[in-house]
């Protein structure tokens, strides 16, 4: 989609300096050519600036000055810049009505606005709302509700029961409402413990490719509104997340575990079962959660890479400290009697 500089300037409520020039992509810095829109946000990237070919840039205005070509002025480069790659780049929706490929329960309740894809299979009394879309293969439980705008781009599976309100993106393989992970032990057996619970998801959630969202075992497990969760993420039974945190691929929360709004969860952490996790509460990468934590901060834990000489000497030196810890105490004890019986006499 082509739009001229000063139209996107006036839609997005931004200050145009330079010429008005056509812009019909996005690009990076470097690889932009004059028919692109570029930001600045991170300043290791300022380097490109001054070279780069792009038709205009979003920028703050303390960078105006560098950039050669036509600028966009905005307190946010990058807020800003999402607004305008949604207008250069329009998602095409799908044609509303169900595909005659669909399998559809005669009870299921389906807004006219609604786009059901091929494939799809749809249980009974489900209810979908006005302009939702169902790609592909996408599989609806009984009694599953599907709020105003949400999209569930492929194959995505909603358990029964399963909730989620207006403005929901679910990407492929997404798996809300799966039975949670509870055994009980019958000597050296399992039994499964029934999960009767449920699953609802607020407004604006973002769930990513292959994650999954566990039913309770009793009460629902709660994502609240403007939760972004990323690829390959579990969260576990009743498991209770607050607004607008988000929680990056590869992480793990174990189930009854409550994490406050706000927060963020850097790629491939993992929590344990049953923590409460305070407000804007921030995990670094592969942090391993294993207590609550009241106060707001940023948390980690973990070793990062370094040269394997180097690791392997630390790993030798944590191999004696056991023994090392034994010959402090007896060190400490002997000083300790030292002291007690007060200084040797003088020989004579």
Not at 203 to 228: F, H, P, Q, Y
């Amino acid at each position: 989609m082509a739009i001229a500089a000063s139209e996107l300037a006036a839609d997005l409520g931004l200050s145009l300096q330079g010429g008005d020039v056509t812009l019909s992509r996005v690009a990076p810095l470097d690889t932009a050519d004059p028919g692109s829109l570029s930001y600045l946000a991170d300043k290791r990237y300022r380097a490109h600036l001054g070279e780069t070919r792009a038709g205009a840039v979003i920028i703050r205005s303390a960078d105006a000055d560098a950039a050669p070509c036509a600028v966009l002025l905005a307190d946010n480069p990058e807020l800003a810049f999402a607004h305008a790659a949604a207008r250069l780049h329009p998602r095409r929706r799908q044609v509303s009505g169900v595909h005659p490929s669909a399998v559809v329960d005669p009870s299921a309740d389906i807004h006219p606005t609604a786009a059901i894809g091929p494939l799809c299979v749809i249980d009974a009394d489900v209810h979908i709302a006005a302009d939702v879309e169902l790609g592909p293969h996408c599989s609806i439980g009984a009694g599953a509700c599907i709020g105003a705008g949400s999209r569930l781009v492929a194959r995505v599976t909603l358990c029964p029961g399963a909730r989620i309100g207006a403005r929901n993106l679910l990407h492929p393989g997404a798996v809300i409402g799966r039975e949670g992970f509870g055994f009980a032990k019958d000597g050296e057996r399992w039994v499964r413990i029934p999960q009767v619970g449920g699953v609802r998801l607020g407004d604006d959630v973002e769930i990513g490719a292959n994650s999954t969202v566990d039913r309770g075992a009793m009460e629902d497990t709660l994502i609240a509104d403007g939760v972004k969760i990323d690829n390959l993420v579990q969260i576990g039974h009743n498991v209770v997340i607050g607004e607008h945190t988000a929680m990056a691929a590869c992480s793990g929360i174990s189930g009854s575990t409550q994490i406050g709004a706000r927060c963020t969860v850097a790629g491939a952490v993992g929590m344990a079962g049953h923590l409460h996790i305070a407000d804007d509460v921030h995990f670094t990468g592969m942090a391993m959660v294993t207590r609550s934590q009241a106060a707001a901060g940023v948390y980690s834990s973990g070793i990062p890479a370094m040269p394997n000489a180097e690791w392997r000497r630390i790993i030798a030196r944590l191999r004696r400290l056991d023994v090392l810890h034994a010959r402090v105490q007896q060190l400490e004890q002997a000083l300790t009697e030292a002291g007690q019986n007060g200084p040797a006499p003088p020989s004579e």
